[in-house]
């Protein structure tokens, strides 16, 4: 696991939904369903790279509102259905790492954990992140809009819930 830049409470989100556990890992594993429902609402997903394995990664493009974003994940570990760690970054066209198209000094990697537990057919994923390799500036910005991040996230799972309800009819 990715050493965490310094022991401070990152981010945390907690979600349900109705449907099996490997229904929702599934989400995440292939282009197709991670196109569907990733990013923020509105937007359009086209997934450029999808190398869902330990050491892979997936270099996809978001459109939407006149903008037009690269982002990149880079996949640490993946257990079918119970875990996926990643490491989030913005992208360029290539695929490389850049800054935050925002005006901050936002850190260029952000650990991501995403756990999955099942009971009675209803599926908890708890998300869990914090910045890594970055300077004490890009980490007092990520802290100062983690209610930003709550709120994009909580669009992003709203989307991952219609996503589950439209495949499972």
């Keep these: 696991m ?23 890992f599934d989400a995440f594993a292939s282009p197709e369903a991670f196109s569907e429902w990733w990013g923020p609402a509105g937007s359009q997903l086209s997934v450029e790279r999808f190398d869902f394995k330990p ?4 270099h996809y493009k978001m459109e939407g509102n006149g903008h037009v974003m690269w982002g990149l994940f880079q996949y640490k570990t993946i257990q079918r259905a ?4 990643f490491i989030n970054s913005f992208a360029d066209s290539e695929g490389n790492i850049i800054t935050s198209p925002f005006p901050m000094d936002f850190p260029l990697e952000v650990f991501n954990q995403i756990t999955l537990e ?13 910045p890594i390799n970055a300077t004490q500036a ?17 669009g992003t799972f709203d989307q991952l819930e219609g996503y589950l309800e439209k495949i499972q009819g």
Aim: hydrophobic content about 30%.
């Design 118 to 130: 099942e009971n009675g057919g209803i599926t908890t994923l708890t998300l869990q992140g914090h």
């Design 82 to 85: 119970d875990l996926l760690e």
């Design 2 to 24: 990715e050493q965490q830049t310094e022991k401070r409470e990152g981010l945390k989100i907690v979600r349900q939904f109705k449907a099996p556990r490997t229904l929702v």
């Design 138 to 154: 890009q980490i007092e910005t990520y802290y100062s809009i983690m209610d930003s991040m709550h709120q994009g996230f909580g």
């Design 55 to 58: 050491g892979g990664s997936t």
